[in-house]
């Protein structure tokens, strides 16, 4: 049964910095691409992130381009996004996804993708 797990969010002042894991079980995540999302409340789910099996694709939103950075670690079984220079508008729960990839060239920026999601893990930006 694969499932995934997200952890590392929690409440930071602007400016400041948070990083998400996303622990897989059940996969051999070594062939897996991984997306991160997230939604704010009241507001629909929103592509972050994501990053190809191999870890050679890798594209971002335009909203956290230069301030975010996915990356894997396939011996931990567990992704990663570090979340820096934080903006109240990065407040929302964040979801780690993941699908069976096709080619280590490709990710994507789109839910419909991706098969398995975790719960989510809350990150609130504010003073």
């Known amino acids: 049964q694969v499932q995934l797990v997200e952890s590392g969010g929690g409440l930071v002042q602007p400016g400041g910095s948070l990083r998400l894991s996303c622990a897989a079980a059940?996969?051999?995540?070594?062939?897996?691409?991984i997306g991160w999302f997230r939604q704010a409340p009241g507001k629909e789910r929103e592509w972050v992130s994501c990053i190809g099996s191999s870890g050679i694709k890798i594209n971002y939103a335009d909203s956290v381009n230069g301030r975010f950075a996915v990356s894997r670690d396939t011996a931990k079984k567990t992704v990663y996004l570090q979340m820096n220079s934080l903006e109240p508008e990065d407040t929302a729960v964040y979801y780690c996804?993941?699908?069976?990839?096709?080619?280590?060239?490709?990710?994507?920026?789109?839910?419909?993708?991706?098969?398995?999601w975790g719960q989510g893990t809350q990150v609130t930006v504010s003073s």
């Open positions: 996804a993941a699908v069976r990839s096709i080619s280590d060239y490709v990710c994507y920026d789109t839910s419909r993708a991706y098969e398995h």
């Open positions: 059940g996969l051999a995540l070594q062939y897996y691409v």
